[in-house]
């Protein structure tokens, strides 16, 4: 649902430092456009000229590495700045975003957001808090996963599924085994067999994309530890 920008509950996460004039400046130049599940939000090489945020649905962030690698950088829920990665330090993405859920992303003109910034120094500062706090998670998650052996690495990510995006131990998958294989750097037949050896632990139940987390301390621990 398209709503008003002076009633949107984003508004607090970045814009309650800007005046009247400066946010009408933004309302005008600001859309909401919803996108389909598999729909290609923006490719890599394509020009920056919006700046964009999630306001409901899921992405993934990802680079192509040859014909038909990909590698997920990042998966990104509402409150997420997916913009925010090369707006400022690019002409162009350096990466594509596609939306693995039902979708709908609020777009703002960059032009508008350049003269806010040069305008009010306390709107710059929150945008670069911002930019900070997601390079910081981003880098955060690629250590984290990087140090653990595959087991570890996956019970890390199906925690952030549980913990951090849906909040429920029961929740369908929105990536593929493939997905999950690029988002922590695993070949494909070591995602199903390691999901098949938990759920003969008993630490899942899967039915197709359907996950529910059955021993939820023991997952932590292989994440943890593993």
Do not use: H, W
């Not at 709503?3 to 509950?9: G, M, V």
């Not at 294989?181 to 067999?193: C, G, H, P, S």
């Amino acid at each position: 649902m398209n709503t008003l920008c002076e009633f949107c509950i984003y508004r607090s996460f970045l814009f309650d430092n800007l005046d009247k004039k400066e946010f009408a400046l933004l309302t005008l130049s600001r859309k909401e456009v919803d996108f389909k599940k598999g729909d290609i939000i923006c490719r890599e090489g394509e020009k920056i000229d919006q700046f964009l945020y999630l306001k409901e649905g899921l992405l993934k962030v990802y680079k192509t590495l040859g014909e038909r690698k990909e590698q997920i950088i990042a998966v990104t829920k509402p409150m997420d700045f997916i913009g925010l990665l090369s707006v400022f330090s690019n002409t162009t993405y350096n990466f594509s975003i596609a939306a693995l859920e039902d979708s709908s992303i609020c777009t703002i003109d960059l032009s508008a957001i350049k003269k806010l910034i040069k305008g009010n120094a306390a709107f710059a500062l929150t945008l670069l808090e911002k930019m900070s706090y997601m390079n910081d998670q981003l880098l955060q998650s690629r250590l984290t996963i990087n140090l653990k052996n595959l087991r570890g690495r996956t019970a890390f990510i199906l925690l952030l599924f549980a913990n951090d995006i849906y909040k429920t131990v029961k929740f369908e998958l929105p990536v593929s085994r493939k997905e999950i294989a690029e988002l922590i750097d695993m070949r494909t037949e070591n995602v199903i067999r390691i999901l098949s050896e938990f759920r003969n632990d008993g630490i899942l139940r899967i039915e197709g994309k359907n996950i529910e987390i059955l021993d939820m301390p023991r997952l932590k621990q292989i994440s943890d530890f593993g």
